[in-house]
């Protein structure tokens, strides 16, 4: 699973850093650009929850979700902007929280409990 999410963060980041016309192309940008952060950290969020058992497991690992979406946006801002973009970091975390929320409803109907999860 660590591979998994590693491959994911790389991949989020490729694509948030990637040139103007690539992210035309793959359409990131545009009337798509909210919904894509929020789906790409709900995504975030539901990877990194999904094995985590409890609230006291999984805090740590919200926390690091918004933690990323604030270094993605930063390196952005790097690359790209000449403000921080508030409002992608809010859609970003409204995504980890979709996620979070998903995981969890996953978990209870597929019966992953704390014998058989990563904490």
Request: charged content about 15%.
């Amino acid at each position: 699973m660590r591979f998994i999410i590693g491959g994911w963060a790389l991949l989020v980041l490729a694509i948030s850093l990637a040139p103007l016309p690539i992210k035309r192309e793959l359409h990131t940008t545009g009337r798509m650009h909210a919904a894509g952060h929020f789906v790409v950290f709900a995504i975030t969020a539901f990877l990194l929850c999904w094995k985590a058992v409890g609230l006291q497991a999984k805090l740590p690992r919200l926390v690091a979700a918004v933690v990323f979406a604030l270094v993605s946006e930063a390196l952005e801002k790097l690359v790209y902007h000449p403000q921080f973009e508030w409002r992608d970091v809010i859609l970003d975390t409204a995504g980890v929280l979709a996620g979070f929320i998903a995981a969890t409803f996953a978990q209870r109907s597929t019966g992953v409990d704390e014998q058989n999860a990563e904490s």
